[in-house]
């Protein structure tokens, strides 16, 4: 079993910065796609950003260039770091692991961005 905890969300100005992270227990993180997604109140949950283990890393279009995802296997975090916030931003951003055919879940962390 895997457990993932995120945290580093909060309240933030447009124009501002926060950094998510995702800590996992319970299991050997490196082998480890580890995707952030967001859900905005009404509106489906996206992927943002993959990290996968042979390095690969995605982004969706809206956030390139602002988002950057990294990840430490020896302390078995990803961080998201989020600069140049935009409202359209706002939403729970939850953390996924993936390894073969099984996944977890975080339990989300709320970013909301003023105008």
């Known amino acids: 079993q895997v457990q993932l905890v995120e945290s580093g969300g909060g309240l933030v100005q447009a124009g501002g910065s926060l950094r998510l992270s995702c800590t996992a227990s319970?299991?050997?993180?490196?082998?480890?796609?580890i995707e952030w997604y967001r859900q905005a109140p009404g509106k489906e949950r996206e992927l943002v950003a993959r990290n996968a283990p042979n390095g690969n890393i995605d982004y969706m279009e809206s956030v390139k260039g602002r988002f950057t995802i990294s990840r430490d296997n020896a302390k078995a975090t990803v961080t998201l770091q989020m600069r140049s916030l935009k409202p359209e931003d706002t939403g729970i951003y939850y953390c996924?692991?993936?390894?073969?055919?099984?996944?977890?879940w975080g339990q989300g962390t709320q970013v909301t961005v003023s105008s």
């Open positions: 319970g299991s050997t993180f490196s082998g480890f796609i």
């Open positions: 996924k692991a993936q390894i073969w055919s099984r996944s977890w």
